[in-house]
């Protein structure tokens, strides 16, 4: 690796850290739904992650190498900081009343989800110390101690809470006490066993940290009042049963609520009587993941509770060196990955796939045909990361190469889903393309257009879901031209393509940003801004 190439991934990386934080403090707010700081926040990532594509080879100077991959491991230290004390300092559920499903919400069942994260705090800090000197890790002992003991003492400064809630819990003194002394132990305790550059020793016990606590949402959220969750146990429910979960009905959890009554949420005439005119809304792949969590666990959410780990860990370990690992971690603290599991959404099983593709690209690149397409067939919205995988190709003109990739991606999402699609092609159809179609603007999504409609004096003229794909398509075209045509590259376009795409759209919620979040990460992870590495480039692309 040149040191060009070195100090324009550490100007890159740092660019991306910016845009991943935003994003995380966007959906933070208000659970991703639209506030008017939550939406500058998109602002600012738009921005950073538009100024990390158009980035273009810089000169690697010595005199700036040395600052700029710094400036990229302190970005990264700072962001995985900010991150783990809004954890530490928000309900784990939502904001507000219709989001937060927490029904175990007694002191000591928070208390293990403090614990817990007051672990994750010391597996994190030791990752990062790991090449420290000893004095170095002294001082990171007990910086980390004290900024978990602060955390838990801080009342939350919440959107949804008052004024005067805020300040210091003199009640939760003896509490934050604790969690900064066991943190501080914790840590030191695992500097100790990680000494000598073994820094997936803790990396493995915060993934497993992660996993538990995963569950520990499942469980504590056993119904949580979203139509996500209810679509996936039905839809479970039904496979197992022998029944086509794209023909069968399910019930409008909405009606006669005071939600329904709010917004709308469906498009005409797909809810009536308390029954929707749909079945699954979801592609077959998402429906056999969530199934199997339903089949071990009784509840779909354990899928995806595993979902986001494995992704951090085929991100940590798809290069040498510990810079993925420490890329993975901002994946794993994103202010409400918890939230995204405890609502049951299917976008972790997406990340998982894109976290895939990246692990093949550089371990198993004869499997790359196969990730891609099984990314591909995660989610209907990917119809842009078709041409976006012609980035994977080094060779632009080697178009036997693309054929090869691309069409052998698209022969794997074709198997994948056409058995169910088939089944009952007229329903699969209404359901996963229709619905998405006839879907209604909505007033309350994460949208520059919800920003615009705002300040409209016209109320009665809804913007358009063409507006989306104008903003989007012009991005991609440019993300072809200008991307670096490996593994980073495409993941940084499926990013600066997909988040204008979702924040000009009639519908955007803390999911599909969470989508956007992992794209992100992984072009992160890809990276190399710290350390110079001799990678052998795979067949069909390139490190």
């Not at 600052?67 to 004390?85: N, Q, W």
């Not at 499903?101 to 000591?108: H, S």
């Not at 959410?301 to 986001?308: K, N």
């Not at 699969?428 to 920003?451: C, G, I, K, N, Y």
């Amino acid at each position: 690796m040149s040191r060009s190439e070195r100090f324009t991934d550490a100007c890159r990386a740092t660019l991306l850290i910016l845009a991943v934080f935003a994003v995380g403090q966007a959906i933070h707010i208000r659970d991703g739904e639209y506030d008017g700081i939550a939406i500058r926040w998109i602002g600012v990532a738009l921005a950073g992650t538009l100024a990390a594509m158009l980035l273009p080879g810089l000169p690697g100077r010595e005199k700036l190498l040395r600052p700029a991959t710094l400036g990229g491991a302190a970005a990264i230290t700072l962001a995985a900081a900010a991150c783990l004390i809004q954890l530490l300092r928000s309900p784990p559920s939502g904001w507000n009343e219709w989001s937060n499903d927490l029904k175990l919400d007694d002191e000591r069942n928070l208390l293990i989800f403090r614990t817990g994260l007051g672990f994750a705090a010391a597996a994190i800090t030791a990752l990062f110390a790991a090449d420290l000197k000893w004095w170095q890790k002294g001082i990171a002992v007990l910086l980390v101690g004290a900024m978990v003991g602060l955390a838990v003492v801080i009342r939350v400064p919440a959107f949804y809470v008052l004024p005067g809630d805020r300040g210091i819990d003199y009640d939760a003194m003896p509490s934050a006490a604790f969690h900064a002394l066991y943190t501080a132990a914790t840590t030191s305790l695992l500097m100790l066993i990680s000494r000598k550059g073994r820094w997936a020793i803790s990396f493995a016990a915060f993934l497993v940290l992660h996993l538990l606590l995963g569950i520990w949402m499942v469980r504590s959220c056993p119904n949580p009042h979203i139509d996500v969750y209810v679509f996936q146990q039905l839809g479970a429910k039904a496979l197992l049963a022998g029944d086509n979960p794209y023909a069968v009905t399910y019930p409008d959890i909405y009606a006669a609520t005071d939600q329904a009554q709010d917004r709308e949420v469906y498009g005409k005439g797909l809810s009536k009587d308390g029954q929707l005119a749909f079945g699954f809304p979801y592609p077959p792949l998402s429906l056999l993941l969530s199934t199997a969590g339903y089949f071990v666990g009784g509840d779909h959410r354990y899928a995806q509770a595993v979902a986001i780990p494995l992704a951090a860990l085929l991100l940590a370990f798809a290069r040498p060196g510990r810079w993925g690992g420490l890329a993975a971690i901002l994946l794993l603290l994103t202010p409400r990955a918890f939230f995204i599991i405890g609502r049951g959404w299917t976008e972790p099983f997406v990340v998982l796939m894109l976290a895939l593709v990246i692990f093949t690209a550089y371990r198993k690149p004869r499997l790359l045909p196969i990730a891609l397409g099984l990314f591909l067939a995660s989610k209907q919205y990917l119809v842009f990361a078709v041409p976006l995988a012609w980035l994977l190709v080094p060779n632009p003109r080697d178009w036997k190469a693309a054929v090869r990739l691309i069409g052998g991606a698209l022969l794997v999402a074709a198997v994948v889903t056409l058995p169910l699609a088939l089944w009952d092609l007229k329903s699969f159809w209404h359901s996963t393309v229709t619905v998405q179609q006839v879907a209604p603007f909505r007033e309350d999504a994460l949208s520059w257009l919800v920003w615009w409609y705002q300040r409209s004096p016209i109320k009665d003229v809804k913007p358009e879901a063409w507006i989306a794909f104008a903003v989007a398509i012009p991005v991609l075209v440019l993300a072809l031209a200008i991307c670096p045509r490996n593994p980073a590259g495409f993941c940084l376009a499926i990013a600066a393509v997909y988040l204008p795409f979702i924040a000009f759209n009639k519908q955007a919620f803390a999911n599909y940003y969470f989508f956007v979040i992992g794209a992100m990460v992984c072009a992160l992870s890809a990276l190399r801004p710290l350390v110079e590495e001799v990678q052998p480039s795979p067949k069909n692309c390139s490190p």
